[in-house]
């Protein structure tokens, strides 16, 4: 006889739905304290046990789906609501669109389950997320915020096994501790998940219901398996990062952060402009107060340099002969800004996907770009940011419609990119300095960062205006993740923003000389200057892409074998 209500060994779905959300948020980035960290390893089983519940009760795909995306869609708001802050509207977009998208490999899951097994379904689980993550790497609608290994960015010290996996490997072991969690639980309570209110059916199918773990490992002693696969990759990386020291020659960097609040000081028409000539003497002057004769790079942050340059014409800018004179005062000094750079074409032929046109412009495209100033004298080198986001610097064709009205933050639509990582040139007085300009939302990239130290890259700079988000939880999970970056590349990275936070970070994935957020500041740290090639930088993302190849495989498999059934029903 199935249990009644008054058996009943789990709460209802909405109640696990909400709890798994509360789980990954209570767990994730920027909470301060790496314990909180262990909650992503049971962040996903009370979706599991809610899964199976569903399942036993011969659930509809409508009512399975719905609790999923109220799972998804209150782990995004709880996590990510921040991007609200530009505009209500495109907070809950994100939020909305984004919760509907990792409903795929979830429910790739269950019809491979329901057609394959338990077995073969439960390990196809993490197959498809991390091929989907993959996915989010990449495609149009990127948006890899939410990546499960970028959930340990608050606790550098148990993921320096990064520099071999990169962060697809924290998704693995976020998923595998997560599954022999469940497996214990189910197994241990043979009856969990079999609860249907009074009246309800529970379904006989006898592949569904079969044990997923059976045998002798019952007798065991509980969760000894889940638990050592906490505990063996933590003790692995503390031995990884207790062995490994700083590499490389070192050199003096300034980072600089001018605080110029974007609503409302920093662009022209703001209520509290602060004009362009006063915004460059800011950066001097911080600039100027951390400058010793040993400083070899300043780091000014992205679109410092604002009012829209025609690269082909930049050299007589007034600012620009401004800022070659101040080097001139100080030989020996590089300088990286961020700044907004316009390119023209001659014609529609020459011109790139994203152009735009103007009767009186011709076609011609905006770049957020890195400009480098080897010296007083060098040609700028320009680096133009090329991972975009979604909606704000790239419209991805299937939205233009949609979200080209919509303001997340800076320039909206679509602006121009390039397809190599461009790694300026050592200075002639620091040969070893050859830095990578990485530009806010790229820094969640793992392989897309990691280019660049293929590129031969020694540092990474990373110029970001963070104030778009004000004081909310979005810039302390993007400095996190930059810790990440480090200990993939095993790169020191200098970090200046607008403002957010301003500082260091070693290859260790430590955060050091950390400026406070929201005052105008400056600071100067030594970097090492490291030439060695992780294997994770030389090789990518193995794991995603090879979680892509297996997913296809199984998907294909599950097709068959449904196909095949249906042939010897006939």
């Given amino acids: 006889m199935p249990p009644t209500a008054k058996t009943s060994r789990l709460p209802r779905p909405a109640v696990l739905a909400v709890l798994g959300a509360l789980l990954l948020w209570g767990g994730w980035p920027p909470q301060p304290s790496a314990p909180l960290s262990l909650l992503l390893f049971i962040g996903w089983v009370p979706y599991l046990l809610m899964e199976r519940?569903?399942?036993?009760?011969?659930?509809?795909?409508?009512?399975?789906?719905?609790?999923?995306?109220?799972?998804?869609?209150?782990?995004?708001?709880?996590?990510?609501?921040?991007?609200?802050?530009?505009?209500?509207?495109?907070?809950?977009?994100?939020?909305?669109?984004?919760?509907?998208?990792?409903?795929?490999?979830?429910m790739a899951f269950r019809q491979t389950k329901k057609r394959l097994g338990n077995r073969i379904g439960y390990l196809s689980l993490p197959i498809f997320w991390i091929a989907f993550e993959q996915l989010h790497l990449t495609w149009d609608l990127t948006w890899p915020w939410l990546t499960l290994g970028n959930g340990f960015a608050a606790a550098p010290q148990w993921v320096?096994?990064?520099?071999?996996?990169?962060?697809?490997?924290?998704?693995?072991?976020?998923?595998?501790?997560?599954?022999?969690?469940?497996?214990?639980l189910v197994n241990r309570i043979p009856r969990l998940g079999w609860s249907a209110p009074t009246g309800g059916t529970v379904t006989k199918d006898a592949a569904v219901n079969r044990p997923i773990i059976a045998g002798p490992a019952i007798r065991r002693a509980p969760f000894a398996f889940p638990v050592l696969a906490?505990?063996?990759?933590?003790?692995?990386?503390?031995?990884?990062?207790?062995?490994?020291?700083?590499?490389?020659?070192?050199?003096?960097?300034?980072?600089?952060?001018?605080?110029?609040?974007?609503?409302?000081?920093?662009?022209?028409?703001?209520?509290?402009?602060?004009?362009?000539?006063?915004?460059?003497?800011?950066?001097?002057?911080?600039?100027?107060q951390k400058l010793t004769p040993q400083t070899r790079l300043v780091l000014w942050p992205e679109t410092a340099l604002e009012e829209s340059y025609w690269e082909n014409t930049i050299e007589s800018n007034p600012k620009i002969q401004r800022v070659r004179q101040w080097l001139a005062q100080h030989p020996g000094v590089a300088l990286l800004t961020g700044i907004t750079t316009i390119n023209s074409y001659a014609n529609k032929d020459a011109a790139s996907e994203t152009a735009r046109y103007r009767d009186d412009l011709g076609y011609y495209d905006i770049f957020n770009t890195g400009?480098?100033?080897?010296?007083?004298?060098?040609?700028?080198?320009?680096?133009?940011?090329?991972?975009?986001?979604?909606?704000?610097?790239?419209?991805?064709?299937?939205?233009?419609?949609?979200?080209?009205?919509?303001?997340?933050?800076?320039?909206?639509?679509?602006?121009?990119?390039?397809?190599?990582?461009?790694?300026?040139?050592?200075?002639?007085?620091?040969?070893?300095?050859?830095?990578?300009?990485?530009?806010?939302?790229?820094?969640?990239?793992?392989d897309f960062v990691a280019e660049y130290t293929r590129n031969g890259a020694t540092l990474l700079g990373l110029i970001t205006n963070d104030?778009?988000?004000?004081?909310?939880?979005?810039?302390?999970?993007?400095?996190?993740?930059?810790?990440?970056?480090?200990?993939?590349?095993?790169?020191?990275?200098?970090?200046?923003?607008?403002?957010?936070?301003?500082?260091?970070?070693?290859?260790?994935?430590?955060i050091t000389q950390l400026e406070p957020a929201w005052i105008p500041a400056a600071s100067r740290g030594t970097v090492h200057l490291n030439d060695e090639v992780t294997f994770y930088a030389r090789y990518g993302e193995l794991i995603g892409r090879s979680s892509q190849v297996l997913a296809v495989l199984l998907l294909a498999v599950a097709v068959w074998v449904s196909w095949q059934k249906k042939q010897l029903s006939r």
Avoid: M
């Fill in 160 to 184: 320096q096994w990064y520099e071999y996996t990169g962060f697809l490997g924290g998704s693995v072991w976020v998923w595998a501790v997560n599954l022999l969690f469940f497996f214990e």
């Fill in 230 to 288: 906490i505990i063996i990759p933590i003790l692995l990386s503390y031995f990884i990062g207790a062995a490994y020291k700083e590499k490389g020659p070192t050199a003096e960097v300034i980072v600089v952060q001018p605080n110029l609040d974007p609503y409302v000081e920093k662009f022209e028409g703001g209520a509290k402009f602060v004009p362009y000539e006063d915004q460059l003497t800011r950066l001097l002057s911080l600039s100027e």
């Fill in 371 to 446: 400009a480098y100033f080897a010296n007083a004298t060098a040609p700028i080198a320009f680096y133009h940011k090329s991972r975009l986001v979604p909606g704000v610097e790239k419209i991805p064709p299937v939205l233009a419609s949609v979200i080209s009205h919509i303001d997340l933050g800076g320039t909206v639509g679509s602006v121009g990119s390039q397809p190599e990582r461009t790694v300026y040139p050592a200075p002639a007085n620091a040969s070893a300095l050859r830095v990578a300009p990485v530009i806010c939302y790229e820094s969640i990239y793992g």
């Fill in 53 to 106: 519940q569903l399942t036993l009760k011969g659930a509809s795909k409508r009512r399975v789906f719905g609790y999923t995306y109220l799972f998804l869609v209150l782990w995004n708001a709880l996590t990510t609501w921040w991007v609200s802050y530009a505009e209500l509207p495109a907070g809950i977009a994100a939020v909305v669109l984004n919760a509907l998208l990792l409903c795929l490999p979830l």
């Fill in 467 to 510: 104030a778009w988000w004000h004081d909310s939880p979005g810039y302390r999970q993007l400095l996190r993740y930059g810790a990440l970056r480090c200990i993939e590349t095993r790169r020191d990275l200098a970090r200046s923003a607008n403002t957010g936070f301003t500082g260091f970070i070693t290859q260790k994935g430590e």
